[in-house]
């Protein structure tokens, strides 16, 4: 087993309920996902957070039109995202409501402490406000923006409040210095001079609480003020480890996750989550979670995601991708064809088509098929017993070793996950598949084995191969849990196997498929028809 390590953990933002799920909120949870299956595969001790955020004006005023309490909606709507979590078989290891009493109660608790400090106050403020986003704006962004919001569009307002507020200007050299000493704390770099550059405009106060409706969490000695939903909604990240209340029972048990390796964000949202969040923090002597990852927005053939324009991917429509390519499939499509980085991505029907044929089903499914197939018909389905780790991957003159390749990149490919470069860890643990593929090609083990004199020469071919498809499959698992768990029980090696031995190094070990194993004939991925254009 490896040395104990540190614990670690991941959130995803909270989702609105005023929404219902969609493409977005899919590919942020399927990246924490992975890289959470990833980390628990290394043999770390990881803790998944996601759940929903149900307060606000928006639900409350939703709720009246459809003549329900504010409450029944978010019940409503949570149990969908509830539903989704299944239906996509996330890990997740804990779903926070922010209606739930041991959020709602710990929330009251940190913003007393900053009552108390004086980093909250009542006040009076007037400035440009964007209301779909909930945010209030400098007056030089509001310039620079035209007076639009950058997401919706549509005009921003000029607002006039009396409420509390939380004390942001006074945190803005403190936070210059974090950036500068933190580089990594935003990414990708992008986004990371996208948020300095706001620094450098100035920071304003901004509220904590608002009085223009009453769906949300009361402020402490003042509950005719409801806390801000986006001051609510970040404590989600700390009330879910009982932060709040350091000696209690929940705290004591999760406090060990503090700080998260990774926020990871819709770039919508990522001043709150990189500005707002880390003062508050501060404010609070807790420390910085490690990174806030802000990736970019899914587009659809080439446009914003619209229903007015029917191309945007809710949920009935990932259920047919599902339907027709299965959900490894999908989740292959969002780890290496989304908008990790700082371009949106275009879904399209025809290329995801393109990558699940190419990547799927012509490399990765082939390669399983045609070596177990072999396997079968030269050695009756046993694993062949002849020496591989000596052979080389290749015949271009200095080719390295097959058991010195895979434990380069099974090193490679652990690394990149738990740096959150998930397509770069796909595209990795793919080239052991590519290896194989280029071995048959080169040595043709079906010509060689037409005569008996050539066995032990197949013997050795076939079981590089077989070896190479069981430690790819390993190296896969956190992107396609269940056709790689497949894939692994076809080759003798079942994934609680390598699970129970400990780490990647020594799941992905070269030579644990001992001679005599029985592989069963596999083709994990099928070809399927192409979408009508």
Request: aromatic share 2%; with cysteine; net charge negative.
């Given at each position: 087993m490896p040395q104990a390590r540190t614990p670690v953990s991941i959130t995803t933002p909270i989702y609105y309920v005023n929404d219902r799920p969609h493409i977005g909120h899919a590919y942020t949870t399927t990246l924490c996902d992975v890289w959470a299956r990833a980390q628990r595969l290394d043999g770390r001790d990881v803790f998944f957070l996601t759940g929903t955020d149900e307060h606000g004006a928006k639900v409350e005023k939703s709720a009246r039109e459809r003549g329900i309490t504010p409450q029944a909606l978010a019940d409503e709507n949570s149990e969908e995202f509830r539903k989704v979590m299944a239906l996509f078989g996330l890990s997740n290891d804990d779903f926070i409501r922010t209606t739930e009493a041991r959020h709602e109660s710990q929330v009251k608790l940190f913003v007393q402490r900053l009552l108390v400090s004086g980093d909250i106050y009542l006040g009076e403020f007037e400035g440009w406000y964007d209301e779909g986003q909930e945010e209030y704006v400098t007056d030089t962004r509001a310039k620079e923006l035209d007076y639009k919001s950058p997401i919706s569009g549509k005009p921003l307002v000029r607002a006039k409040e009396h409420n509390y507020y939380f004390k942001l200007s006074a945190y803005a050299s403190k936070l210059e210095a974090f950036f500068d000493a933190h580089p990594e704390f935003v990414r990708p770099l992008g986004r990371f001079n996208e948020v300095r550059g706001r620094l450098r405009e100035g920071l304003?106060?901004?509220?904590?609480?608002?009085?223009n409706f009453s769906w949300g969490i009361g402020m402490p000695g003042a509950p005719e003020h409801v806390i801000y939903v986006w001051i609510d909604a970040l404590f989600n990240y700390a009330t879910a480890l009982g932060l709040?209340?350091?000696?209690?029972?929940?705290?004591?048990?999760r406090g060990k996750y503090w700080p998260p390796e990774y926020h990871v964000i819709g770039k919508e949202i990522l001043w709150f989550h990189a500005v707002v969040w880390p003062a508050m923090l501060m404010a609070l002597e807790i420390p910085m979670p490690k990174c806030v990852y802000a990736h970019s927005f899914w587009i659809s053939n080439g446009q914003k995601m619209s229903k007015s324009l029917g191309n945007f991917i809710d949920l009935p429509t990932i259920e047919a991708y599902f339907?027709?390519?299965g959900l490894d499939a999908w989740r292959w499509y969002m780890t290496t064809q989304g908008?990790?980085?700082?371009?949106?991505?275009d879904f399209s029907p025809k290329h995801f088509h393109e990558i699940y044929t190419a990547q799927l089903v012509n490399t990765f499914a082939n390669c399983a098929s045609r070596?177990?197939?072999?396997?079968e018909k030269y050695f009756a389905g046993a694993m062949p017993d002849a020496e591989t780790a000596s052979m080389p991957i290749s015949a271009a003159v200095g080719a390295s070793t097959w058991s010195a390749f895979t434990e380069a990149t099974a090193a490679d490919v652990q690394k990149r996950y738990a740096n959150f470069e998930l397509a770069e860890a796909a595209d990795a643990a793919l080239s052991v598949i590519r290896a194989v593929d280029l071995l048959i090609n080169e040595t043709q083990p079906f010509k060689l084995?037409?005569?008996?004199?050539?066995?032990?020469?197949?013997?050795?071919?076939?079981?590089?191969?077989?070896e190479g498809v069981r430690i790819a499959a390993v190296l896969l698992l956190p992107i396609m849990p269940t056709k790689c768990s497949e894939v692994l029980a076809a080759y003798g090696s079942?994934?609680?196997?390598?699970?129970?031995t400990g780490g990647v190094a020594e799941a992905a070990r070269w030579g644990r498929l001992a001679a005599g194993t029985r592989i069963s004939k596999c083709a994990p991925f099928m070809r399927v028809d192409a979408p009508a254009v």
């Open positions: 304003q106060d901004v509220p904590v609480t608002r009085t709040a209340e350091p000696s209690g029972a929940v705290a004591r048990a339907a027709k390519y908008p990790i980085g700082t371009q949106d991505a070596t177990s197939s072999m396997i084995a037409k005569d008996p004199a050539n066995l032990p020469q197949v013997a050795r071919i076939l079981g590089v191969c077989a079942p994934m609680e196997s390598e699970m129970a």
